[in-house]
């Protein structure tokens, strides 16, 4: 059974959507923040996400691309009434599909079950075949260590990029979780390293200090050769 995720702050547009969307056969997930979307889509990854771009705690295309870091191969519908944003930048920001509101409910669906048929075979990169690594009792394959690698990369280069406080929350929780996804070892003591020093960065509103951007310099040169 597909799983559909819904991101949007109106609670009756949810309620619509779970209802519609269960009667289709979906397993189907709603929230109403950003946060709590990337949260969702960590414990139970959605095969396909319902994104309204204006949220209470973060831009949608913010959140868009935290989910497509961390899975490029997630399906991401988005639903937006902003006038400032276009199909085109959607889909050039990686979306799959773009529905302006107020949308016909028959039109969304069927844009679910085309995007929906659009998913790409289960992946054996992972598999157990590949040689592997433990990691406080997670079975860690190469492919795996490598993508966890890349999304801490991507949380660096938002946490580089902004000093909102919700969108770098939810890169220093996206890092953090990525960086538990790899093995024990330097660099994944030095990355944590500097995620506490963010946090203490940002309470203190000094996150453009040049002694940060050395570290963000360091970490992303250890990143680029993380075997080193």
């Not at 953090?176 to 994944?188: K, Q, R, S, V």
């Amino acid at each position: 059974m597909s799983s559909v995720l819904v991101v949007d702050d109106e609670s009756r547009i949810r309620d619509l959507l779970r209802r519609a969307l269960q009667a289709e056969g979906y397993q189907v997930q709603t929230v109403a923040t950003g946060a709590a979307a990337l949260a969702a889509a960590a414990d139970h990854p959605p095969d396909l996400v319902v994104l309204d771009l204006y949220l209470p705690d973060m831009h949608g295309l913010d959140v868009l691309g935290f989910l497509l870091a961390a899975d490029p191969d997630l399906i991401v519908l988005i639903v937006s009434a902003a006038s400032d944003i276009s199909p085109v930048d959607a889909l050039e920001n990686g979306a799959q599909d773009f529905l302006p509101k107020p949308f016909a409910l028959a039109e969304l669906l069927a844009r679910v079950r085309s995007g929906l048929r659009s998913l790409p075979p289960v992946s054996l990169a992972g598999s157990l075949d590949h040689p592997v690594m433990e990691s406080a009792g997670t079975v860690v394959t190469p492919w795996r260590r490598q993508r966890s690698l890349e999304l801490v990369g991507y949380a660096l280069d938002r946490l580089r990029d902004t000093s909102g406080i919700a969108v770098v929350d939810a890169a220093i929780d996206q890092a953090d979780a990525a960086i538990a996804d790899t093995e024990p070892g330097h660099l994944t003591d030095a990355l944590r390293d500097l995620l506490v020093e963010i946090r203490h960065c940002q309470r203190a509103g000094q996150m453009s200090s040049p002694a940060l951007e050395a570290r963000f310099r360091t970490a992303a040169a250890a990143l680029a050769r993380p075997d080193s």
